[in-house]
């Protein structure tokens, strides 16, 4: 098992920035790939971001690229999302997960261990 705990949501007003924080917890080291996703009340979760283990692979979702960046620290077993320049359209409930096969995968399908989620809310 692999708990997550994330950290790091808030109140930004847009343009400004956050980072988010997941820490991983349990089986870590089984941990084969981490991502990060939000959600917005009556939608399904959207992917937002992924990284693999050694960090030589990110994906970004379009909506994000450009403006997120997302990082991991192999010694702390946590990863990040720096989030700059947010937008209004960036409120959300932000989840990170992980999986221990394959790598990149922008699915939430292909998670299997996710976080409590983090509010995110940018004023306009």
């Known amino acids: 098992q692999v708990q997550l705990v994330e950290s790091g949501g808030g109140l930004v007003q847009a343009g400004g920035s956050l980072r988010l924080s997941c820490a991983a917890s349990g089986r870590a080291f089984d941990v084969s790939g981490e991502g990060w996703f939000r959600q917005t009340p009556g939608n399904e979760r959207e992917f937002v971001a992924a990284?693999?283990?050694?960090?030589?692979?990110?994906i970004y979702a379009d909506s994000v690229k450009g403006r997120f960046t997302i990082s991991r620290d192999n010694a702390k077993n946590t990863w990040y999302l720096q989030m700059n320049s947010l937008k209004p359209e960036d409120t959300a409930v932000y989840y990170c997960a992980a999986r221990t096969r394959g790598g990149v995968e922008d699915r939430a399908s292909e998670y299997t261990y996710w976080g409590q989620g983090t509010q995110v809310n940018v004023s306009s």
């Open positions: 990284i693999s283990w050694s960090g030589g692979t990110r």
